[in-house]
């Protein structure tokens, strides 16, 4: 069972079905979103996009936000940013899934590594939590909800980073791997 799981993670038409949705994603989906996103929040800054910020700020920036862009925000974060992860998400899971299987036999025994990429889309779902506790309790200033949410904003990062970097960054070296090993075979 184990064994055929990650055969179906490593094959390349997933991997070729989730670069085409993640670029459909990006090239149709994501710039409405960013637009009305940006139009909503009247040029406060968002927790998405930000690297990071302090718990306080985050409790400022919900607070600067009028009642309609706090339920814009919270809208967004429980339709459009549910799928948006879900598409990195398996976007990065099939890329590295894919390169580790064709690394070679040491990388190819251990598909559980693949899992790394996942925890981008996690933190992302952590941040939305907060960020929506956050924005729904103004005008209260839930700390702990700010510091969840300021810890999650820059770990989120890292692993978007690390599992879209991996799942671009592996097959390519796969490829590479494969094309100096059939010269040397040539050879």
Excluded: C
């Excluded at 090239?27 to 940006?38: C, I, K, M």
């Excluded at 992302?124 to 999650?152: K, Q, Y």
């Amino acid at each position: 069972m184990k064994k055929d799981w990650s055969a179906f993670l490593a094959s390349p038409w997933l991997f070729a079905a989730s670069i085409a949705v993640f670029a459909v994603f990006m090239a149709f989906v994501l710039p409405g979103q960013a637009a009305e996103a940006d139009a909503a929040s009247a040029g406060v800054p968002s927790f998405d996009t930000s690297l990071f910020y302090t718990p306080a700020q985050a409790l400022d920036r919900a607070a600067a936000h009028t009642p309609e862009a706090r339920f814009a925000y919270i809208a967004a974060r429980w339709s459009f940013d549910l799928a948006f992860p879900l598409v990195y998400g398996l976007f990065a899971l099939a890329g590295w899934a894919f390169g580790l299987a064709r690394l070679g036999p040491r990388m190819a025994a251990r598909p559980g590594l693949a899992l790394v990429a996942l925890l981008g889309a996690a933190f992302d779902f952590a941040e939305n939590i907060a960020a929506t506790v956050i924005m729904a309790s103004v005008p209260a200033r839930p700390l702990g909800w700010g510091i969840a949410a300021s810890i999650a904003t820059p770990v989120k990062w890292l692993f978007v980073v690390v599992g879209i970097g991996g799942a671009i960054a592996l097959p390519v070296a796969a490829g590479i791997r494969g094309l100096v090993r059939r010269r040397r075979g040539k050879g």
